[in-house]
Nanobody
Framework: QVQPVESGGGLVQAGGSVRLACEVS????????LGWFRQAPGKEREFVAS????????YYADSVQGRFTISRDNAKNTVYLQMNSLKPEDTAVYYC?????????????WGQGTQVTVSS
């Protein structure tokens, strides 16, 4: 079964940076929009960023605009999320998924995610 595998999370101080990676293997998703999402404790999973197959268009949640950068490598079936100027409110489990629309509608089951904890 196709499932994303996220990596790169950890504990970081406020103002620091982390780079997440997510590989979606098992089929070719080079033509799909790829998205990053996050879920904080006690909250719903929310959209963070997405990128079109050609990397020509990117979308960001207002809360991360200007601080996070999404990118992808279709040859590696991998999408990345560079997270800078991190804030405690960015603490969450981060997930990726190929999606049908820029804002979501995941195509495959969610993976385990990767935990990012930002200390103040």
């Amino acid at each position: 079964q196709v499932q994303p595998v996220e990596s790169g999370g950890g504990l970081v101080q406020a103002g620091g940076s982390v780079r997440l990676a997510c590989e979606v293997s098992g089929r070719t998703f080079s033509s799909q929009i790829l998205g990053w999402f996050r879920q904080a404790p006690g909250k719903e999973r929310e959209f963070v960023a997405s990128i079109t197959w050609s990397s020509s268009i990117t979308y960001y949640a207002d809360s991360v605009q200007g601080r996070f950068t999404i990118s992808r490598d279709n040859a590696k079936n991998t999408v990345y999320l560079q997270m800078n100027s991190l804030k405690p409110e960015d603490t969450a489990v981060y997930y990726c998924n190929p999606v049908r629309f820029w804002w979501g509608d995941p195509i495959v089951p969610w993976g385990q995610g990767t935990q990012v904890t930002v200390s103040s």
